[in-house]
């Protein structure tokens, strides 16, 4: 069947999926492509001066050429169609200036992630040099970040930009610390102790930089004592922080044991479950998280949602269920970076969850028709649609990537709403 075809506008029918040949500037509706839903939207579509839209059979529930009634609407006057009109142009103005107040907040909070990640760059180098300076510069990073995730009443996990690839384990490192921290929040642990894991997460993976980068960035399996060898990255950590006698002591285990499995399965020790604090068993749930939406040279990066999935059914013995539950709960069905499609046929990607409602993430999605500075924020619930699927960003259409722009990486920092 033809995809789409040209039918006079006097054909139109509710239930018909319509593409408007106008620019959207031009129009009231939010999408240039949808299903038409009332008497007044065909209503609104004569009042273009159109003579012709084209139909989209595939999408469509009823035919234009049928013989069926129309829902029996009563015919809108002038006056009530131009009151509708000014209705959804204003709430299509409104939609445009949330998508604008999102996109601030998005580049307020990755100018701070920015920020923090030049202070990790400039903590790690401390270490050895200057332990006591660096320890200091990290204390003070966490209990910033902690008085505006205690303070923020509207407080959002956004998608940040992709990391360079020098800074790949410090991207991971803050991002892990500030996904342990939001979770400890959500678990009614003391401010103590969410800086207690917020630091200990920024230091964990510090170990690696004493891995040499022929063996880290290798395209090929490792042999069994390079292996070995990454296995060991963790205590690594802990031979690093030894001249940092201010490190807090209770965060040591932590770093040691985050590759640490509840049934014994994990690396360096082989601990279980008794022999692992809660802090080792939180840190666990997101580094994991976090390594398999971004995968490695070795293994392919897992979207975010399919991420969720595999942390749900193949970590049931390994990881803390009640940890990976409230990742679950906390990050939504599609976590920020998420590429869905609509259930209105329309690709897009999850930028910011609003913690308060997680499950209507903000969505920029694709408009051929709008430009990306105005694609509006899609809220699904006041549409009336939903996400049918998640999929990978390598399944979109060259052009439809090129507007949505997934990240090869997955960060999230939280901010302002």
């Avoid at 129009?27 to 139909?55: A, D, M, N, R």
């Avoid at 975010?304 to 069905?333: F, H, M």
Wanted: charged share 20%; glycine share 4%.
């Amino acid at each position: 069947m033809k995809k789409n075809v040209k039918i006079a506008v006097s054909e139109l029918k509710v239930g018909v999926y319509v593409s408007l040949p106008v620019s959207w500037k031009d129009h009231p509706f939010l999408f240039s492509k949808f299903k038409i839903t009332s008497q007044t939207q065909i209503e609104l579509i004569k009042s273009l001066g159109v003579k012709e839209v084209l139909y989209d059979p595939q999408r469509s529930d009823i035919s234009p050429t049928t013989t069926e009634n129309q829902n029996a609407s009563a015919p809108v006057d002038t006056t009530s169609l131009e009151g509708i009109r000014q209705e959804m142009l204003d709430y299509k103005s409104e939609r445009i200036e949330k998508q604008q107040q999102l996109k601030r907040n998005i580049k307020k909070t990755e100018k701070q992630f920015e920020r923090s990640i030049s202070m990790m760059r400039s903590m790690v180098s401390k270490v050895s040099s200057r332990p006591l300076n660096a320890i200091n510069d990290a204390k003070d990073l966490i209990s910033s970040l902690t008085n505006m995730l205690l303070d923020e009443d509207n407080l959002a996990l956004h998608l940040m930009s992709d990391a360079n690839s020098s800074d790949v384990i410090h991207h991971h490192s803050l991002n892990v610390s500030m996904m342990c921290m939001l979770m400890a929040k959500e678990l009614n642990w003391t401010r103590e102790e969410i800086e207690l894991i917020g630091i200990g997460c920024l230091f964990h993976d510090i170990g690696k930089l004493k891995i040499p980068s022929s063996i880290l960035n290798k395209v090929v399996p490792l042999s069994t004592p390079e292996e070995n060898l990454v296995k060991q990255h963790p205590l690594m950590s802990l031979n690093f922080l030894k001249l940092a006698d201010t490190f807090p002591e209770e965060a040591k285990p932590m770093i040691a044991n985050h590759h640490e499995f509840l049934d014994g399965s994990g690396t360096p020790q082989g601990l279980k479950a008794e022999q692992l604090d809660k802090f080792s068993q939180l840190l666990a749930v997101v580094n994991e998280y976090d390594n398999l939406c971004n995968g490695s040279l070795l293994i392919k990066a897992k979207t975010p949602s399919v991420a969720l999935g595999l942390l749900y059914k193949n970590y049931q013995k390994k990881l803390n269920l009640e940890y990976v539950q409230k990742l679950i709960k906390l990050l939504g069905i599609y976590p920020p970076g998420s590429v869905v499609e609509l259930s209105n046929g329309h690709f897009g990607m999850v930028m910011s969850v609003n913690l308060k409602n997680i499950l209507y993430p903000a969505i920029i999605a694709y408009d051929p028709i709008v430009p990306v500075a105005q694609a509006p924020i899609v809220e699904l619930e006041k549409e009336g649609m939903s996400i049918v699927r998640s999929l990978p960003a390598a399944a979109l259409p060259e052009k439809i990537h090129k507007y949505l722009s997934p990240r090869n990486n997955i960060s999230y920092a939280f901010g302002k709403g």
